[in-house]
């Protein structure tokens, strides 16, 4: 199992790919495994990860809890495609990668208030948001052991049956409403556009409290996204134009279709629309209906149940923006180092324990994020460097001589600054050195 970890965190290949990467480094000798091990064997662990999940996860969370159990989890999920079509969990839904026609499986992570894993689950491809939430406040309550509980949720997650299964459990909740929520609440007076600005303001209505706020910088983005479709469809109205003049027997209609299939695509019907006039199409900006767009743009609104003596508005507001983490987190292991996609395995055991490896390299690699820190040197780089480092094992022989190899300079110390760098003497590592030690390349038995 351990190797299959490290192997995700420095390569981030196949299982084929593994066991020959384990062969360059000596992982068998290093591990203690003389036997070796093919992808056969790692097909296996992922069985028996999979069957050890749930005692893998509560002991890791009971190691970082040992003190004080948290009072706050975050919780989010996303989808990963798959090649093939034979995964127990494949199913068609919602691809938040952009891959059409294959089928995905979808993953929930479930993190502590710093943004650290602390178990992850995997659906089927198509389940809404909201099915895959009871799972985690029994996981929580359940599993974990944690009493009044927060989870934070993104919006659309947490709604009316989450919320009672919260209750239920003695938790609470924080998370967002969607726009056509905001909208129902606008309109039944409930909040205010006045009420919208920089700084944090508060609505409570029903035993809910809403906290409200217009992100400048976000109203700036979209602004600019909005000026950008508006030039696209500009442009192409003013293609359509040229070829109804070069075509005196094209059809004014075709052309109208397909500037308002644009705009419909683009999501902009409701200030800009186009017409026929003539032998060309015309665009029409509608002021007021853009005006009101702009002033919506960059509005959000977070919920809670949480008491105001439990946290305040600012609290509310920033343990909801902490999702972020949830969201680096998946990053990081969906395509920025620890690709979990694309998934080649097909059993459900296999599906999980793949998941899960990519959840352990992850909690490595935000400790060796954090340990390198000081080195300025990145997880990859760190770990490229460490790839230098071997172990030769030399058998002398009666009468003879023989020579110690070497270790690459960037991972080792010259013997006069050990004392003074190496680590367990105190000192600093020496730059150029992530590996934070020195370490002799070869061992005579």
Known sequence: MLWQVIARLIDQGSRLSAVRLASVHAAGDVLGRRRGFDENDLYANLTWLSAHQPRIEDRLFAARASRQKPALFLYDVTSSYLEGEKNAY???????????????????????????????????????????????????????????????????????????????????????????????????????????????????????????????LRAEQLAASRADKQARVERLAAERNDYLRQHPRAQVATAEKVVRAKIAQLKIEAWLQVEAEGRSVKLTVHPPAREEVSRRGGCYVIKTDLPESAASQQVVHDRYKDLAEVEQAFRTSKTAHLETRPIHVRTAAH????????????????????????????????????????????????????????PHPQCTLPRSARSAGHPSAGGAAAPGDPCGHAQEAARTP
């Open 90 to 216: 494949g199913a068609y839904g919602y691809n938040r990668d952009g891959k059409k026609g294959k089928k995905q499986i979808v993953i929930g992570l479930l993190c502590d208030p710093q943004g650290m894993p602390v178990s992850t689950e995997v659906f089927r491809g198509n389940p809404r948001d909201t099915k895959t939430f009871s799972a985690q406040v029994k996981k929580a309550s359940e599993r974990f052991g944690c009493q009044r509980v927060t989870l934070v949720g993104d919006r659309g997650m947490i709604k009316s049956g989450e919320v009672e299964d919260l209750a239920r459990a003695g938790f609470h909740y924080i998370t967002a409403i969607t726009k056509p929520q905001i909208e129902m609440l606008l309109k039944a007076g409930v909040l205010q556009m006045e009420l919208f600005a920089s700084t944090i303001c508060e609505v409570e209505h029903e035993g809910v409290r809403y906290v409200l706020r217009r992100n400048p």
């Open 351 to 406: 599906t999980r324990g793949h998941v899960l490896v990519v959840m352990l390299a992850y909690l490595i690699r935000r400790e060796l994020s954090r340990a390198w820190t000081p080195l300025d040197a990145t997880v990859e780089e760190g770990s490229h460097q460490l790839q230098t480092l071997c172990s030769t094992e030399i058998m002398k022989v009666e009468g003879g001589n023989h020579m110690l190899t070497d």
